[in-house]
């Protein structure tokens, strides 16, 4: 018996189930709407769910913050069109509501003819991966900074002094385990803010901006478009079909 006999044999199922027998993963798979087909257990507890069933169809609106599921399904349809995350670092919330780091990868997944047909994804959290956790932890303190201070101007010389590093060493060690430099990492933590008031609150587009630390509307939407594809307007008008 060869290995592709093999695996049809196991069935899906149970290939998905080895991914419960790897500490802090979820696995999963959607299709072309973001709706769950399947996932790990861990990944049903990590929503709040004990079966299957119960999250069969769901998406990430029915688990998530708004502002959370709406950055999710949009990686989706990137992804889709050809778009590849592949262990992106991320500050996200835990299963407790607290904040936790997270490795995700995921990719488009296609049928037989190359046709995409969904997407399929890992997510690690890193809290009780020792090695892992070591690599951020030399930009933690600067990070969490940067999430409480983002509103006003960030110096690196402050992030630099706060993590007892040279400037180019902290530079360095932000393109090592963020793939972004210190200034980038701001203006990310600044559109992720924006795009949370632009969902949940209709304050003025132009008071999203100052409020968040941009001083150039004009600059905002330039740079929202850059990380979301969409300018700030877009968005709002999506939210209101």
């Known amino acids: 018996?060869?290995?592709?006999?093999?695996?049809?044999?196991?069935?899906?199922?149970?290939?998905?189930?080895?991914?419960?027998?790897?500490?802090?993963?979820l696995f999963w798979v959607k299709d072309t709407d973001s709706r769950i087909l399947h996932c790990n257990q861990h990944f049903i507890e990590h929503q709040g769910y004990k079966t299957l069933e119960q999250i069969l169809l769901k998406t990430d609106f029915d688990f998530s913050p708004k502002h959370l599921a709406f950055q999710y399904v949009n990686d989706d349809k990137r992804v889709m069109e050809g778009f590849i995350v592949t262990d992106r670092l991320e500050l996200n919330q835990t299963l407790q509501g607290e904040l936790g780091w997270f490795s995700t990868s995921k990719h488009a997944l296609k049928?037989?003819?190359?046709n995409v047909i969904g997407t399929y994804g890992v997510t690690r959290h890193l809290q009780k991966t020792s090695q892992a956790l070591s690599h951020v932890r030399a930009i933690e303190e600067p990070v969490k900074y940067i999430r409480e201070h983002y509103h006003r101007q960030i110096s690196i010389d402050e992030l630099a002094e706060l993590a007892h590093l040279s400037i180019s060493a902290l530079e360095r060690r932000f393109k090592k385990h963020?793939?972004?430099?210190?200034?980038?990492?701001?203006?990310?933590?600044?559109?992720?803010?924006?795009?949370?008031?632009?969902?949940?609150?209709?304050?003025?587009?132009?008071?999203?901006?100052y409020q968040c630390g941009f001083s150039e509307p004009s600059y905002f939407s330039k740079?929202?478009?850059?990380?979301?594809?969409?300018?700030?307007?877009?968005?709002?008008s999506q939210l209101a079909d």
Do not use: C, W, Y
């Not at 049928?111 to 190359?114: F, K, L, P, T």
């Not at 632009?198 to 003025?204: G, M, V």
């Open 223 to 236: 740079q929202f478009r850059r990380l979301f594809g969409e300018i700030p307007s877009q968005m709002r």
């Open 1 to 25: 018996m060869n290995i592709q006999e093999i695996i049809k044999k196991a069935g899906v199922n149970q290939l998905i189930a080895a991914f419960d027998l790897l500490p802090d993963i």
């Open 178 to 209: 963020l793939a972004k430099t210190p200034n980038q990492f701001i203006n990310e933590v600044r559109l992720e803010n924006a795009r949370k008031l632009l969902i949940e609150t209709r304050i003025p587009i132009s008071q999203v901006a």
């Open 111 to 114: 049928d037989h003819d190359g």
